[in-house]
């Protein structure tokens, strides 16, 4: 039976520490701050928005929240985020996805200062990745990779397969997991003979959002596997990925869903908001 790789208990470790690192800064009179903006009315958005709002408070982080109408313009947001890059308390500006339809999210993600940039999806930082000198890494793959860090994992020389090509999970988890000398194959809709190519895996990643479509039977005996997906099923029910029960019995050790990879999203979120304002302040 697996060893369940248990992400609140990951999550309530690094928290911990982010707190004790916030505790030193305010001492020295330094007070990170994050500012999140949300734009309409998304249920599921304001839900994140909340959630995120609570674990600032939660480490001492000042976060500020700006909430704009759904008929806001491109325009406006762009001048909110000229005020946000240019704002001392400021040290990451998270703007909540999706925007609404008149507002082009590419140009707004761009306008972001880098520097403040803590969601990692900036080009800038992206490129940084990708030629091993990265700045922000995306939170949601940079959680797993303090995932497989803290389980004792060594990507060297492992085959890892990633399912699922995204930007903002499948792509850089792949540029992480590269940067620690894993051979890496990347999976995707059209990828033949899946089955097969997960078989390969030391180390699974699955990103797809199909509820447990990547079968326990696939799994390689003894392999690590990591389940980004977050699939509702019926009113209540949250599945990953990856058939959770028939994985354990050949995985060596398993993310749950919930309570794997989702508690980390937030708190790598929290750790670049404190980089940054170390970054700011030279300390
Ligand atoms: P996207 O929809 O952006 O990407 C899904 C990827 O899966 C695509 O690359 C797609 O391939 C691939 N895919 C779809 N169907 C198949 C298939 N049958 N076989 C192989 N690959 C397939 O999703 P995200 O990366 O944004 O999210 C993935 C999952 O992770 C979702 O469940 C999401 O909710 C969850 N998530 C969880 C987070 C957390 O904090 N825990 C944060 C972010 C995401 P193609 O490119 O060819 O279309």
Redesign the pocket.
Known sequence: MAQLIDGKAIAAKIRSEITAEVTDLRAKGIVPGLAVVLVGDDPASAVYVRMKEKACQDVGIFSDEYKLPADTSEQELLRLIDKLNCDLRIHGILVQLPLPRQINTEKVLEAISPHKDVDGFHPYNVGRLMVGKPLFRPC?PYGVMVMLKETGVDLAGKEVVI????N???KPVAAMCLAQHATVTI?????RD?AAKVGQADVLIA????PE?IKGAWIKEGAVVID????RVGEKKLVG?VEFAAASERASAITPVPGG??PM?ITMLLYNTVESAKHTCKC
């Open positions: 949601t399912v699922g090509r995204s903002i999970v499948g999976c995707h809709s059209k990828t899946l990103a797809v959002g199909q479509m980004v997906g977050v699939n990925d990879v989702g999203t």
